[in-house]
Nanobody, 120 residues
Framework: QVQLVESGGGLVQPGGSLRLSCAAS????????MSWYRQAPGKQRELVAT???????NYVDSVKGRFTISRDNAKNTVSLQMNILKPEDSGVYYC??????????????WGQGTQVTVSS
């Protein structure tokens, strides 16, 4: 099992930058696929970016070229660097850790979320 704690949210003006961090407890961090999701008021939670244990990344189209996800397996952390922020990037950002067993069973874990507000 893994516990996740996010940090780094806040209020930023359009065009600004924020860096979110997620610290994971527990062992075998590199075995987890790590992702950031976000949820705006009245909307469904949306997958923003994913990084595998080996460092392969994937992004939702709306953030490509602006956001960068990275992980440090030695420090059990995953980060999301967000640049050129837009008001539509606002929402609660959640860190997610997903363990996929060889059996195919999936074990997701969530952080408590951190608020990001992009507004002038």
């Amino acid at each position: 099992q893994v516990q996740l704690v996010e940090s780094g949210g806040g209020l930023v003006q359009p065009g600004g930058s924020l860096r979110l961090s997620c610290a994971a407890s527990g062992s075998t961090f590199s075995s987890y696929v790590m992702s950031w999701y976000r949820q705006a008021p009245g909307k469904q939670r949306e997958l923003v970016a994913t990084v595998t244990g080996g460092g392969n990344t994937n992004y939702v189209d709306s953030v490509k070229g602006r956001f960068t996800i990275s992980r440090d397996n030695a420090k059990n952390t995953v980060s999301l660097q967000m640049n050129i922020l837009k008001p539509e990037d606002s929402g609660v950002y959640y860190c997610n850790a997903l363990l996929i067993r060889l059996s195919g069973d999936r074990f997701p874990y969530w952080g408590q979320g951190t608020q990001v507000t992009v507004s002038s």
